[in-house]
């Protein structure tokens, strides 16, 4: 007796049935993985503002900021000589030649204090690991952290002074913050006062001056704002207290 066997055009629709089960499974697989990641992404936030918290503890509830230069500057940006070199003061040796805490040994170049100069000190005193300011989400940083390598020093995390930067993919901090240098930067501000989050990178991180931004809306104007660290679906907002939510709009905090 002949076996029966599948027809051409029964194969084919066995194909388009699994390629549209594929279609309709793969993104949501991918939102699963976004899910996961915010969730880590939290995690991280939440950690560092735990650190940040019992730094405060033992300096005048004052979280971690590297002192302005003598003439009083105070510039928060990177001020890298060239793409792809080493922060300002990464380099820390042994001998502390560019120790950011004493203006002797420094350079005109590096006496400029940086924002991610003053969180590495989370990492110096051991309140937190650079693996926690890297955004799992952000596909230019992901799986790439910093390794506390750097020519001959011993690898410690007290010889350096600010973040490494990666030629791939920056500077490995995927994070923004309240300026260390302003009044704003301690444990006696209002509860909930967003001091960090995810980073401010939209296509229009000035939301506060746009007219066409509307708080408590979801325009498309509102969208472009938020953060990409997220496809541009909102960010993780961390308050003084170390509490951490997830926010779709870019307006967020006290007033």
Not at 169 to 185: D, E, K, M, T, V
Request: proline share 5%.
């Amino acid at each position: 007796m002949k076996k029966k066997a599948f027809t051409l055009i029964e194969l084919l629709v066995v194909v388009a049935i699994i390629a549209l089960l594929i279609a309709i499974l793969l993104p949501a697989l991918g939102r699963a993985r976004e899910s996961a990641r915010r969730a880590v992404c939290s995690s991280n936030l939440k950690q560092i503002g735990t650190g940040l918290n019992i730094y405060a503890q033992d300096n005048g509830e004052k979280f971690p900021a590297i002192p302005a230069d003598e003439a009083g500057t105070i510039t928060a940006t990177d001020v890298n000589k060239a793409a792809g070199d080493q922060s300002p003061w990464r380099n820390l040796n042994t001998a502390y030649t560019d120790d950011p805490f004493d203006s002797s040994k420094n350079t005109t170049a590096r006496t400029t204090p940086t924002v991610s100069a003053c969180l590495w000190l989370l990492c110096r005193n051991g309140q937190a690991t650079p693996k926690v300011f890297v955004c799992p989400s952000v596909k230019g940083k992901n799986a790439i952290e910093d390794d506390l390598k750097d020519g001959t020093t011993t690898g410690s995390p007290k010889f350096f002074s600010d973040f490494y930067t990666d030629q791939r993919a920056g500077a490995l901090i995927a994070y923004s913050f309240q300026a260390p240098f302003s009044s704003y930067w301690t444990t006696s501000v209002k509860p909930g006062f967003t001091i960090g989050g995810d980073e401010n990178n939209g296509a229009k991180p000035d939301c506060d001056k746009a007219t066409t931004l509307l708080a408590g809306t979801s325009s498309a104007n509102n969208i472009e704002a938020n953060s990409t660290n997220h496809n541009k679906e909102g960010q993780n907002l961390m308050a003084v207290d170390a509490s951490v939510r997830f926010v779709k709009n870019p307006f967020d905090g006290i007033n």
